[in-house]
């Protein structure tokens, strides 16, 4: 009885937890969109918005970019997965790296290393203009396109190589067998085996393309998107905007709740179980064809890292204020420990209070939903899967709108960003821990129990042990989204809380690049030091970042 | 009184479905007792309700007279073998096997004692200090059976402890099994849907189907003197008899003429290995009738052959042992003889007709 009072505690407090951090912000986010600055109801927002031609336009934009970096990222990653996954390619395990290095790269960063590279006065620019080469600039839509192919296409890679690598050789034999060309085997086996990978692993490009708020900023030039438009207007010194702000965040939840539904409505179908027994080869290529291959993976591979590589060089540079000289120097670094400590500090302290509470309130909630399944924990994990569509700037005005004034004021406070981070990265821990929890199976414990161990006991010496590595690999992935994190933080920082991404995005506006160089640098060793301790939990499994 | 009761026994889940219904068992002490039956019979539904992991609905379970019905599932003192090992992945084989010992406050150079000596009888000796993830199906089980053991449970149950093991390691482990139980003389509850395994381990087996008892019997009773249709068909193989003319006076030959009048809906089986070849040897001071048939496939197993003839009393397939010593006929016309004993009935509802 003690028991069942315990689950049913922490089911009402996860229910109220949701209630304060999403529903209530995010509704009156809603609720807000839906009344003038006199307070009265009116659709009057949306009207405006529609009929806005700027909105128009940003609609139209984040759509181009949201299916833009969806193909780029579909291309690439495909293309990567299926050389990686089905030709022997030398260093395979280094390309991974370099797809891992993509994407837990400091956001927006890329977009800055490719201005360097290829903005006006871009390096590789000026190389090609002195043979007489004008190579064009990187700004507007095709610039924010590469970019996020090239930070994106790791979603696909992941997904798409894991299911490669477990469709059964038997079925393309069969295929074979029956007299279908190569082409058609692939169109007509391959294809449909691996597309719930391929959708998913699209999802998530063209989720992030949408949410993403940094790359069109800097990249743009006038080439505004939805997450741009309602920075603006949330920020404007004079005449902040707010309900249009919202309007706008409505709209960008909308279209990824839509994506979402799309994309399971078309793999509803598709559930394939993996084999573990025939296995497809690996076919080591000759000639032309291998050089072609591993072109393909290396090409890929590097461009995607590049804005990492450019970074970490570019952080030991020699620098006079703000501009580059020839030559390295420790100048940057000097910089952060006597100027910006205290971003650092507040990264890794923000991060971390952020991870403790997503561990400790995501396993409760994991246990419950896994273990306790009836209509109310269904219900619950239903309404986690809210905070996984809603992009970190939504979620931020959310934030401001909820708890400027009213019963709990947090703006301004480290807890309003902690709170944002735990809030949107909790659903995944939920997950991790539910799926783990399901794959032990009660079985385990009913063994425990038999051999004398109260409930109780067994899980705490038989099912905790089991979960653990997976629940500390999971909090590593976490603490690399939280101190990565920028378009919620961006929105609710305030001078004391300043982080090292909403640092590194200002110096970037400032011209420095060569302290956010170096900012960005020590972030990626951070956020790398989590992943090598999440893989040396959990085995080396690249999904698990996805 | 029986070592183990289970009386009455009623699980429903839910309002519609009913797992057990009024399901009544004894086992005595020391013995080797096997629940037999499809999946869905309710087997596992009982074997869970004596582990104490399933409430029953209604009904009684007693160890030595003490009812059961309110001591929690870790203070029955029952050890339990499952499917899928359940062997604790993050422990070693020693650890495992010791894990059952700690609750009891077994002291721990009892431990050491106790652990080697329950890991030799599984002969998993030498790899004590071994994590189990990288070894085998069946060294797994062994873990599993040293754990459940070593405890010196009031009784031992096993769920379909061998299922997940290949047709080669299952009949080692099956013998072993019984040695070792026999070895400890402790009562043992083992649930299975192979009758082959049932056959070849149990003192006593109960038949299930369908959430109650169809028959319980000796090996020898539930395969050779099966007391419904369900059991006949179940354990081992039958050929039914086509009702007609031909079978009409097949039972008047053999002289069952008047049970056959006296149960018009009944049906008559008999099992291929009891149905011999003309010249194949003798059936006995018994009534036997012959039937004649074509041969329409021959089926050669090496140790034995499996042959269908075309009757009148249906397609026939009858098992002849060492057909080459034997020298089988493998086409063209025969004749089966039909022996009185080798004939059983049974009525309308499956129960058995005469005896």
Known sequence: MSRFGFWTIVLILTWLLLAVLLFVPVGSVLVSSLYD??????????????????????????????????????ILGSIMAFCVSRFEIMGGRFVSLLAIMALVSPPFIGAYSWIVLFGSAGVVRQWFKAVGINVPTIYGLSGILIVFSLKFYPYVYLMVSGALSNVNRSLEEAAEGLGLTPFQRAMKIS??????????????????????????????????????????????EIGSNMSMATTISVILVVMSMVFVLLQ?????????????????????????????????VYAIGLAGAIPVIIAVIYSFRKTSGPVFQTGFALQSYERIVFGLGDV????????????????????LIGCLVARKTTFATSLLDGALMVPYVMPGIVIGIAFIAAFNTGPIVLTGTAAIIILSIFIRRLPYTVRTTSSALRQIGPN????????????FRAFTKVTVPLIIPGIIAGG??????????????????????????????????????????????????????????????????????? | MAYLTVANATKRFG???TALKDVSIAVERGEFFTLLGPSGCGKTTLLRSIAGFNQLTSGSILIEGRDLGSVPPHKRDIGMVFQDYAVFPHLTVFENVAFGLKPRKVARDEIARRVPEALEAVRLGALADRLPAAMSGGQQQRIGLARAMVINPQLLLMDEPLSNLDAKLRVELREEIRDIQKQIGIAAIYVTHDQEEALAISDRICVMSNGH??????????????????????????????????????????????????????????RPENLLLEGEGGVGGQPVATVTGTVSKYTYLGREAHLQISTDLGDLVVHVANPDRNGVQAEGQVKVLVAKDAVLGFDADGKRIGG
């Open chain 1, 191 to 236: 294809f449909p085996l691996v597309f719930p990978a391929l959708s998913a692993g699209g999802l998530l490009a063209l989720i992030h393309s949408i949410a993403d708020f940094g790359t069109p900023r800097l990249l743009g030039r006038g080439f505004n998107v939805l997450a741009t438009e309602a920075f603006t207007l949330y920020s404007a």
């Open chain 1, 444 to 455: 385990m414990e009913e063994a425990a129990i038999s051999l004398g161990y109260s409930p």
């Open chain 2, 15 to 17: 309002d519609t479905f």
């Open chain 1, 476 to 546: 590593m992935l976490s603490f690399v989204t939280a101190i990565n994190e920028l378009s919620s933080s961006l929105v609710l920082y305030v001078g004391r809380t300043m982080t090292m991404p909403v640092r590194i995005y200002l110096l970037i506006l400032d011209g420095d690049f060569g302290t956010a160089a170096a900012l960005s640098t020590i972030l990626l060793l951070l956020s790398g030091t989590a992943v090598y301790i999440a893989f040396r939990f959990l085995g080396r499994n690249e999904q698990a970042l996805l």
């Open chain 2, 213 to 270: 008892i169809e028959q319980v019997g000796t090996p020898q009773e539930i395969y050779g003197n099966p007391q419904t249709l369900f059991v006949a068909s179940f354990v081992g193989t039958i050929n039914k008899l086509k009702p007609g003319a031909a079978l009409d006076s097949l039972l008047g030959e053999l002289g069952l003429a008047d049970i056959a009048q006296a149960n018009p809906n009944a049906t008559w089986v008999v």
């Open chain 1, 344 to 363: 650092v500090t507040n990264s890794l302290t923000f991060s971390i209070a952020a991870v403790v509470l997503i561990v400790v309130v995501g396993t």
């Open chain 1, 37 to 74: 600055n006199a307070g009265n109801f009116t659709l009057g927002n949306y009207l405006k918005a529609i009929g806005d031609e700027r909105i128009q336009r940003a609609f139209v934009n984040t759509l181009l970019v949201g299916f833009g970096g969806l193909a780029g990222a579909l």
């Open chain 1, 264 to 296: 399971r409505y078309m793999s509803r179908r598709n559930v394939y179980h993996g084999n573990m027994i025939n296995k497809p080869h690996k076919i080591r290529l000759k000639g032309w064809k291998n050089v072609l291959a591993h072109f393909a």
